[in-house]
């Protein structure tokens, strides 16, 4: 108010808030706005800016910079340039703070650090700012902010609506499923660039949504944001000038799961003749997986052949590597600026502008990633033998997800998503280093799910707009990696003169980070300094091999204060984590189940447990509610026909998928009848089947044995599954019987037809391929998960079982030791009967390795010359010179022979023709 007011809107509203202070006698000078004494001003703005903001916002004044009332999180990255591409710290000049006068703590509209940089993703606070227009006055340095802070948590208070309860909730509901306001239509000049994105956890998307702000920022552009997964169809790109794409790789090297469908049609070729297209591509991806950002290129080389222009280069990003994504958005806009794109055109623009601002009828959302299912929680089991804290904890967790969800009719090989909250102590402690008492509210971030109040066990959903900052710890930020973003608000910070104390704190003695988590600004703005000026690198360092959270990280830098928003606005979504499925779904109705190993650790002395598994394992009991989903997995299938040979190699929780393999095809599925029919019947089906399989064998008494070991932990449920009708006493006796040596189990009755497609060794399994399990843990009496299932089915000859307990002999021994041990078996399959070959589990040194093992069974075998006859007779001289000449051709064409790259090529088939599949994960 000391100012003119940034936007007409808002001088408007301020005045009329202020004359009725004014009317009711608690205003200044009649009529004059600015008469009104300074403490009248504060008044106001207290009590008033709540309120004008809220009208603002639901007057969709926003609608100029494309922001929804309710769009937080879209404001946090469309609004600017992402942080990491401001100038490197020694550049940003540290301005003065002129009023923050209530503390770092608190909802203040403060100038806030990123301001003194100009137009950047930001807090909340700067997303109640308005921007302001050209024509009003400038002359104000940049750094100065006149207005008054306020109070974010009154003014929330203010803004939720007074209706309470369904309504609200179905407010938001809509809100959610309508998406944000949809961008404004063209301006007649503007030339029209389509932007893509292919996405699974969402980077894709920031990067379009930013490369769309930098388009506008342009002024000639109109950028059109497109989801790939909104097209699983295609798209008619007859009409683009340009395309631009940022696009993921997931899986083993696949698209994203929803925008597959679209990415399989443009590498098809199906799109057409693209001559008329410029492109240019941003592939997303992760150098440790082995076919790094190949959805990306493979969109490259489509758009290519296709004859599309291409404009740029394909950047391929390593994982969030800010300077790649922002050199790419460089030389993207550059390579547009260079063509001569069409204009929209006034007919068109007019056109264009009325139906944008059309919003569609909001559909009601399936269950899936953003509506997850609330389950109720069955079971959590224990499947390990724990006698001290070295020892391995892994669990089965069954949930039921109803009939009606239809969750339950998922394919073997598909995962299960869970979403789990942080935990409370994780929360606690950063609200602890915050000195915040939890109860603020926030904004809901539109990346949450949806979370319907009304529906069954539904529990603590949010109310309205925002929830409490407590529950948005909990449920909506990874408050373990934080974005780049927090190093340059901490930079931004640092008190005043610290920052140039930076290049002196090197030379102090003594651990630089101890002597900054001790006070010493200096040595802190070294260490901020560093992890900026290292970029991308840097910080994965800093967090990959420490296990460092963002409260060790605030602890780190006690003099750099920053506000609750700034710390929200640089925190990460928190990401549900998958889990392979590890019952069939003909086990029971609306039924699934999972196996999660515990995952915990000490970092820097301080104890730490993985968000999900740690929930699931330590936290959930029967009867809780968790949020779940199916996420398909359409690269980790059985083969279509049962009777084709499978090997599987999933040692510790890799093996979850090969429970479900096995279970589905004794209990008589095939590769995807759970998701092509309707999963009732199956289930009806199934359950005969699960009778006819157990044959009336007494599973209950055996899973009460199996845990009263405190190992292997089938359930009744679970009992099911032994194929013979004396499977869990078969499991006991297996042990002797099945079993060799305590270390390489295979079938109970010894040697096997493998030429037998239908011949599971007993002649129970008709029909049914044979089905190899590699499988390996530590010791068989602490990890051997679901060991007496294993031991039963091998004893059946259900299953061909090859143990590797690596800790239970001196020399460690893992599953491609014994691959390399049945080479033989493997090649025979493989080779001479068609068998399809499935890893899944570790990622970072497990599948490489059988991988290798793979390849070098098939390079021995390829390279094999062919058995010559010894000679019986005396050769004449002219006949021995020949032969001579001819072994040494051999000898020489074997020398030659690059069994390396033949079995590489080998593979190569394989994987395209879908018999080799891996679904493998780091964790
Ligand atoms: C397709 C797929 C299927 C999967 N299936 C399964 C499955 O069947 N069973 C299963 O258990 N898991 C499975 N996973 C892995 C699972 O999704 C999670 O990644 C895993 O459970 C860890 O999640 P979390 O939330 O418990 O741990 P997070 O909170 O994600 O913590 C894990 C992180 O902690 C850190 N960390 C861990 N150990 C240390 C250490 N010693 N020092 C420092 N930092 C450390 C690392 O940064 C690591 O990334 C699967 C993953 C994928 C992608
Ligand atoms: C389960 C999983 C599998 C992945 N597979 C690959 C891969 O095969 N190749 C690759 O380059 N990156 C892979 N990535 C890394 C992602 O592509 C990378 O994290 C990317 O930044 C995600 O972008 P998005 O959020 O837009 O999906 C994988 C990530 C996960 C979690």
Known sequence: VGQPPPHAHCTSIVNIIMRAMWRSGEGGTLGSISGVPVWAKCCAIACGAPLVAYALLKNGVFSGSHLHPNDFDRFLVCEGEHPTGLPPPSAVKKKKKKSRSKGWWNWGLTKVAQQERGKVSGPFETFLKVEEPEHEDDSEEEEEDHRDPVDFNSFLKAAIPSSAGASQASQRRAQQQAGPAPPPGPKPDQARVLVMYGTEFGFSKEIAEKLCAKLRDAGKYWPVLEDMAEHPGGYDFGHEQALLIACSTQGDGVPPTEPRDFCEWLMAGKAGALSHLNFSVCALGDKSYQHYCRCGKLLDAALASAGATCITPRQDVNKEDWAAVNAWMDAAVAGLNKLELQPVGEEAAAALSGGAAAHAEPKAKRWGKSRPYPARVITVEPLCNVANKNDKVTVRVEVDVGIASGLGNYTPGDALGIYAPNSTEVVEELLGVMGVDGKEPVPVPSWHYTEDPDEEGAAGSPQGTTMPVREALHKCYDLRVPKAELFHALWAALPEGAQQKAEGAGQGSGNLEARASSGDEGAQAAVLAQLLAGGAAALDTYFDYTGRHVSDVLRTFPSARISLSQLLGALRALQPRLYSISSSPLEGAGRVQATIAEVRYEALGKPRAGVASAHVSSCLKPGDRVRVYIHKNPDFRLPQDPSTPIIMVGPGTGLAPFRAFILHRLLGGSADDSSTDGGESHVSGSNASSAALSGGSDTSSSANGSTANGINGNSAHTGGAPANGHAHHGANGSTANGVVNGVASVAANGSRDHGAPSGQGNGQYK????????????????????????????????????????????????????????????????????????????????????????????????????????????????????????????????ACFDGAAAAQRYLEGLSTSGRYQRDVWYT
């Open 767 to 894: 029909g049914v391929g044979q089905m190899v399990l590699f499988f390996g843990c530590r010791r068989r009496d602490q990890d051997y998960l679901y060991g007496r299932d294993l031991d039963a089915w091998a004893a059946s000859g259900a299953i061909t079982l090859f143990n590797a307990f690596s800790r239970e002999q001196d020399a460690k021994v893992y599953v491609q030791d014994r691959l390399r041990a049945q080479a033989d078996l493997v090649w025979d399959l493989i080779h001479e009967q068609g068998a399809h070959f499935y890893v899944c589990g570790d990622a970072s040194s497990m599948a490489g390795a059988v991988e290798k093992e793979l390849l070098a069974i098939f390079a021995a075998r390829l390279a094999a010359p062919g058995t010559t006859t010894a000679a019986t007779t005396t050769p004449s001289k002219k006949a021995a010179k020949k032969k001579a000449a001819a072994a040494a051709k051999q000898a020489g064409e074997a």
